[in-house]
DNA sequence: CGCTAACCGAGACGGTACGTCAAGTCTTAAC
DNA sequence: GTTAAGACTTGACGTACCGTCTCGGTTAGCG
């Protein structure tokens, strides 16, 4: 957060003179790799493609970004998406509907899939970028935690719940359908599913 | 399963002489293709190399799989991994506990966790090969989905159950931790992940 | 020419039993040969083109003939054309004129003229074939250095004459214009060439 | 003539950034191509082998000849061979006898010989690359061609000449002699061709 | 207000792998 | 028991990107 901050967090760029960074380069790379996920899919994505795309050169991208997943990462945080919601209704059957039935609304954002299961695929592919992703992943799967931990203080849930798993009952069906891509997801399923992990989280 | 079969099962390849097929070249390359997964991954493995490594012609390679998906698919199916267990003890909790601490133990065979998270990469990379992983994942969903009938004939689980939703219940928080490696899938968690399942499913 | 005979010219085929060649594939072959001749040119003509359009196996085509040269010369001389000219006018003028009035005739075969320049082309590649080649040539050379050793006999030119370089002088002119193509052969120019060729062999 | 040149002279390459094309990798593709044509003949001589030969990235070579047969003619015409005589002795029976006896001095230098027959040959296989060669021929046609117009000034040769035969007269036994190779090129007998050839052309 | 550092574009470089194609050899089945 | 079918090894093809590397030419800000 913070700053305007570059894709990197440089914790100090410590300027002393030359040329500023072009605002204009970085937002027409950002686009253009956008648009050509939207197009063509991740694996297609290239980043000479990207470069060429929004004319400019090769090296800018290299300069900035310094892989493919990074890219469309950055891509995705600040051109597709722009907030995650973190819902507080009070009560965790709440939030976690609301929670759920937003994410399964990316079925309605085709783009935002394909950034998704590509930046998953590169994960599997590149462990330097697994690390990158399993961060950001990290950082929503809090968001979920500290649901159940708000949950388990108001005494919805037990307090002996294995918290790692109950987050894993929400996100894994979720990448599951995203990724395999048998079934579709559904909005409006978010709130039987809550229902069935709660009973299960609560025990007999 | 039929017969020893080809890589791509030909209904019926119609043989009229000719040389016939070198089943030393297709050990060859499904063994080359299993080590280099093991020693550098999917993402590293490239036809070339597993052409190269086992002193087979490129073409050769070509001949019998038509991408890289497809090789590492059948390198995973009939030298990594040999038989799918299908588990009847009686209850839905036995099978499904069999079942997953199964599934979870794959965690020793870091070989076949790399090519199952290369397959699945693969699958978001390249369309074509997403068809033929989704029906090989179908495959296994269907053993799931048979327990769980059978559980619902023994009255274990409610008639009205969501079986899409409850097969997914059981492999998406599975691939979820496989995929993203945030935490360790654990044999011994099997069982307690089963009841909390079997509590969500029965409903309140 | 002997018997039904394949090809190469084999001493004494001395069949002792087995399968008998197949007359069809000969001729399917050949004729696949002049029609890929002409439809693409020599370059583009292949022999494995040529079987698959034959419908004949690869290893066919190769068992009966041993280059692409050797196919080509033989789809040549046994589909494309059929005989030499060889003029007896009683005057050398005529016979020459009619010699190479006929040879600028090619021109009208556009086949012919890509074939002849293909063989060339391979004799410059391919050493062995070379030498099939230069001794084609030669039994043209022959028919042309016959008429002008008639013509010395009758007193039409001098005995000094240089054959070599005189039959040169028809043949290199010819070949020249083919193999270039700066400018068309036509056979309306013959009797002209055939004047200012004897006004030089004749002398001062 | 001009500059220093690049292969394919482009009239202005009009520089605006991006690296200097390196002199090192193009001398050494050049002298590669010339070595290896030497050593294994035109048709044995590939893009690849001369990639690997020169220590150079195969992509490299492709940037800058497009086909195999300008990178021959380019190193034949930068590496092999300097330069084109244009003699001018007064009389067209002495700049004949000098270029002539020019040409069939190639019997000196295996290497020139080897090359001019490959490009030849490759000038029948590739339209693409024979419209390149038969330009580069048509330049030293002219060279004739003027030394003949020369002469019919001179009143040495009449003005009703056919100079594109009589030009196809001295190049057209040169390259047969050359391509056919059923004779040697000697030197010394250009004299004698060329008074032969005067004789013609004169008329009776 | 000129220096200077960092930017930007262009694009060549050595690489690697791609997927295709044809060459020519070898083994099996058919006649 | 020869011929024909077809899988095999080999190796070059030409293409596409990779990531690195010069270049020439801006464009701040600092001094």
Do not use: C
Not at 56 to 77: E, H, I, N, P, Q
Not at 82 to 90: A, F, L, N, S, W
Not at 94 to 111: C, E, H
């Amino acid at each position: 957060m913070a700053t305007k901050d570059s894709p990197e967090q440089n914790p100090r760029p410590v300027r002393t003179g030359g040329r500023v960074r072009s605002e204009d380069a970085r937002r027409a790379v950002l686009d253009a790799a956008a648009e050509l996920l939207e197009a063509a899919g991740y694996g297609a994505l290239t980043i000479e493609g990207v470069a060429r795309h929004a004319n400019v050169a090769k090296s800018t991208v290299y300069r900035w970004w310094k892989s493919k997943g990074a890219l469309v990462m950055d891509a995705y945080t600040h051109t597709v998406v722009t907030r995650v919601p973190e819902p507080d209704t009070g009560t965790v059957a709440g939030d976690l509907t609301s929670f759920i039935s937003d994410l399964y609304r990316i079925s309605a954002y085709p783009l935002r899939g394909r950034a998704l299961r590509g930046l998953m695929a590169e994960a599997q592919l590149d462990p330097a970028f697994a690390e990158h992703f399993r961060q950001w992943v990290q950082s929503r799967r809090t968001v979920v935690t500290r649901m159940l931990i708000a949950a388990i203080d108001r005494d919805e849930l037990p307090a002996d719940l294995d918290l790692e798993h109950a987050t894993d009952l929400v996100f894994g069906p979720f990448w599951y359908r995203l990724l395999v891509g048998h079934a579709p997801l559904d909005p409006d399923q978010a709130s039987s599913h809550v229902a069935q992990l709660l009973n299960g989280l609560r025990g007999s």
